[in-house]
């Protein structure tokens, strides 16, 4: 593995230094030397960071099989507990969406194991970007807000956090939610980025509990087909994950004014919430 990646750094700098010369001998030698310099260090950085995000991803799915192997008694032929997909039926769901992983430090809060997960949550973006967009803007904001999934219109998926991980999607909920959901504010948490925003929403527990869900939608649109079907899909192979079925509510049923979903979301939130599809 070390191997792999250094060889990717090496074809990634070398990559990266000839697109910036490139672009230097194109401008007709216009270019002062700090102005290339700069952009060798752009171009380094970027590598750095594609080099970072790959690791981490690689470190995942190294954790994933290894507690997969390692479940002992009870676990099918795949290593996954009893209950839960193998590793290669995930794999293939994960096709099937399709799914891309870009898993980030700043998104991560803590532990959450499969005895804590009891909800899915699902939000808007209120925005037209996609999911690479949503992304940088949660990054540029500093506030390490973040959900485990964002759906495209056209019906990919990309996950910025591992299920297994706390993620701030659903922050303060109605005074009175904690027990209402079943849900508690603990250590495990690390709250970073988080204030508090008044004494009628003032329970912090739901993000301990949960996986968020994004979908890139404005308010007064309509919702493609493909990203419906594409959430369903997503909630498939979020129990097939865990093994059972999560509740499913969205954003406004946490916390009460907020507007996530959409007023046009409310026919298939009810069909969500009774059959998980859309339809």
């Avoid at 910036?20 to 590598?47: P, R």
């Avoid at 209950?83 to 794999?91: W, Y």
């Avoid at 493609?224 to 999560?246: C, F, H, M, T």
Wanted: glycine share 10%; aromatic share 8%.
């Amino acid at each position: 593995m070390k191997r792999k990646i250094l060889t990717t750094i090496s074809i990634l700098l070398i990559l990266a230094v000839a697109a910036v010369m490139t672009a230097a001998c194109g401008s007709g030698g216009s270019k002062s030397e700090g102005s290339v310099v700069k952009e060798m260090k752009s171009a380094a950085g970027e590598v750095a960071r594609k080099v970072k995000d790959e690791k981490r991803n690689a470190d995942y799915r190294a954790k994933k099989n290894s507690a997969a192997s390692s479940s002992g008694s009870g676990s099918n032929s795949s290593g996954a507990a009893s209950g839960e997909a193998s590793q290669e039926e995930l794999a293939k769901m994960e096709e099937e969406m399709p799914l891309r992983k870009d898993f980030r430090d700043e998104f991560d809060h803590g532990d959450k194991s499969a005895e804590y997960q009891k909800y899915i949550v699902l939000h808007d973006t209120e925005g037209s970007g996609d999911a690479d967009t949503v992304i940088s803007g949660w990054v540029n904001d500093g506030r390490y807000i973040a959900s485990h999934f964002i759906v495209n219109k056209d019906g990919t998926v990309v996950q910025c956090v591992p299920m297994d991980r706390i993620a701030h999607h659903a922050g303060f909920g109605d005074t009175g939610h904690n027990e209402q959901y079943g849900v508690s504010d603990e250590s495990r948490d690390d709250k970073r980025g988080t204030s508090p925003i008044g004494s009628d929403m003032a329970d912090y527990g739901m993000n301990s509990y949960s996986v968020g869900i994004e979908m890139v939608h404005i308010g007064g649109e309509e919702y493609p087909e493909a990203q419906l079907e594409a959430v369903d899909r997503l909630i498939a192979y979020i129990d097939a994950y865990y093994g059972n079925e999560s509740d499913i509510i969205d954003h406004k049923m946490w916390r009460t004014g907020n507007s996530d979903t959409s007023q046009e979301f409310a026919g298939y939130l009810e069909n969500y919430r009774d059959h998980r599809t859309h339809d």
